[in-house]
C-alpha cells in the first residue's frame, strides 16, 4: 500500500485502551462489553438478538463467477442487496485453508506474545482492537490482527523461529485475492454499462497505471459467555471499493437490508462473500448501496475471518462514473482520493460519505446536502 495511504491512519491516530484481555479466561462478561443495557441507547438501538435470517427470509445472493448470467447477476445483487456470495472464484481450497490455519495458529498466541505486534496509535499494520471502537462507549468481543505490504517485520516478533512459513501464506494469499479483486471490479462496473476505458486511472488496457491499495484483516471473535449482549464488530460499512471475506464455518456476519433489518450471512464451504464498499457506493453515483453489517458472537464456537480490502491507487480521485451523471443525474459526491476518505472516515465514520456527498434529491429538486442533512446512516472494516 503507497505509504501515502498509511499517511491517512498517522494524520489520524486512534487512541484505542491498551489493556487486551485474555477472551478464553473469562466465565462471564465484563460490564464493558454489555452493548444492551438500558442507559446505553446509542447502541441498544441495533441489539445483537435483533439479528434475522430465521427461516423463510430471503438470503443474500449465491453468484457462480462460471455463469454466463454471472455479469447480470452480480448487477442486480449489488443493486439490490450490496453483497454476495462468489462461487467457483478460483482461490485454492488449500489456500483457504492454510490461510485459516494460519489466522487461528496467530490468535492461540498468548496475549504477551501478541501484544509484540501491536498497532500503534497512528499505525494501520499489526494486532489490535478494531478501530472503529473509539467511536463506542462499549468494547467489541474481538481481536484483529491488519496486514499492509509484507508481514514479514510483524511475523517476526510473533514466531521468531519459523515466521517464513506464515509470511508465504500471507503473501500468497494477498497476490490471489488481488487478482480476484480486480476481476471482481470489472464485473461490479461492467454491470454498470461501464467498460475498462471509461476508467482513466486503471490504464488503457484495465491493467492498473499505478497499484491498487489494500489490505489483509484477519479478526478472530471468541466464544463468548454471554452472546446476546455482547458485539463482535459494530455496524458499519467499508471504506473500500469492494471487499472479499472468507469466514470460517461459524456464522457471525448479519447485514443490514432495508425492510428485512438484519439477516445472517452463514457460511458456504469454500464460498467467498464479496461486498459493496464506500467508493463503489461513489463511482456508481449512489446506485450500488455499500452495505451496512456488523459481527455477532457465538457463545460455545470461536469464529475466524479473513477479510481482503481492496481499494484503488491512493492518490486517484474517485467520483461518479460520468456514464451514469447526466442533466437529470446529476453526481451526488465529489472527488475525493481514498486516502482523504479514511481520512473523513476517521473523524466522522457513520456520517463519512454524507460528507463528501454534494447533492440528494428532495421534492423532485438537488439541494447540497451538507446543508440539508449531515446524518448519513451509512457507517474501515468488515466482518
Known amino acids: 500500500m503507497p505509504s501515502r495511504l498509511v499517511d491517512a491512519f498517522k494524520s489520524h491516530p486512534v487512541h484505542l485502551h491498551d489493556k487486551f484481555l485474555d477472551f478464553d479466561s473469562l466465565q462471564e462478561l465484563p460490564d464493558s462489553y454489555k452493548w444492551t443495557q438500558p442507559d446505553d441507547d446509542h447502541h441498544h438501538q441495533n441489539p445483537p438478538s435483533s439479528a434475522g435470517g430465521g427461516a423463510g427470509q430471503e438470503s443474500v445472493p449465491v453468484i457462480d463467477l462460471l455463469d454466463h448470467n454471472a455479469l447480470k447477476n452480480i448487477g442486480h445483487a449489488c443493486k439490490t442487496w450490496g453483497v454476495f456470495h462468489v462461487t467457483n472464484h478460483g482461490i485454492p481450497a488449500s489456500l483457504l485453508e492454510n490461510i485459516e490455519k494460519a489466522s487461528r495458529n496467530l490468535f492461540s498466541l498468548p496475549v504477551h506474545q501478541k501484544v509484540k505486534a501491536a498497532r500503534s496509535a497512528d499505525g494501520i499494520s499489526g494486532y489490535g482492537i478494531a478501530r472503529i471502537s473509539s467511536f463506542f462507549s462499549k468494547l467489541m468481543w474481538s481481536e484483529g490482527f491488519t496486514i499492509v505490504g509484507s508481514p514479514k517485520d510483524n511475523f517476526q516478533k510473533l ?60 479478526n478472530h471473535y471468541p466464544a463468548c459467555p454471554d452472546p446476546d449482549q455482547a458485539m463482535g464488530l459494530a455496524a458499519h460499512t467499508d471504506s473500500t471499493i469492494l471487499t472479499i471475506l472468507y469466514q470460517n464455518n461459524t456464522s457471525g456476519l448479519q447485514v443490514q437490508r432495508e425492510g428485512t433489518g438484519w439477516v445472517t450471512v452463514p457460511p458456504i464451504p469454500g464460498a467467498l462473500v464479496v461486498n459493496v464498499g464506500d467508493l463503489l457506493h461513489i463511482l456508481s453515483n449512489g446506485l450500488y448501496p455499500s452495505v451496512l453489517h456488523r459481527a455477532v458472537v457465538n457463545r460455545t ?83
Open 159 to 218: 514466531w521468531p523461529q519459523d515466521y517464513t512459513k506464515f509470511c508465504d501464506i500471507v503473501e500468497e494469499y494477498q497476490l490471489e485475492m488481488q487478482k480476484l479483486a480486480a476481476k471482481l471490479m470489472w464485473l461490479m462496473l461492467g454491470s454498470l454499462g461501464i467498460a475498462k476505458e471509461d476508467v482513466k486511472w486503471v490504464g488503457p488496457k484495465g491493467d492498473f497505471k499505478e497499484p491498487s491499495a489494500a489490505a489483509l484483516q484477519l
Open 301 to 383: 464456537k470461536l469464529r475466524l475471518s479473513m477479510a481482503y480490502l481492496y481499494g484503488p491507487p491512493s492518490s486517484v480521485q474517485i467520483s461518479p462514473l460520468s456514464k451514469l451523471v447526466g442533466p437529470t443525474q446529476p453526481p451526488l459526491y465529489r472527488a475525493v482520493t481514498w486516502n482523504e476518505y479514511l481520512g473523513t472516515k476517521a473523524k466522522h465514520f457513520n456520517k463519512a460519505l454524507s460528507r463528501v456527498r454534494v447533492c440528494a434529491p428532495l421534492n423532485g429538486s438537488f439541494v447540497d446536502v451538507n446543508e440539508h442533512n449531515n446524518n448519513n446512516n451509512n457507517s474501515v472494516k468488515v466482518g
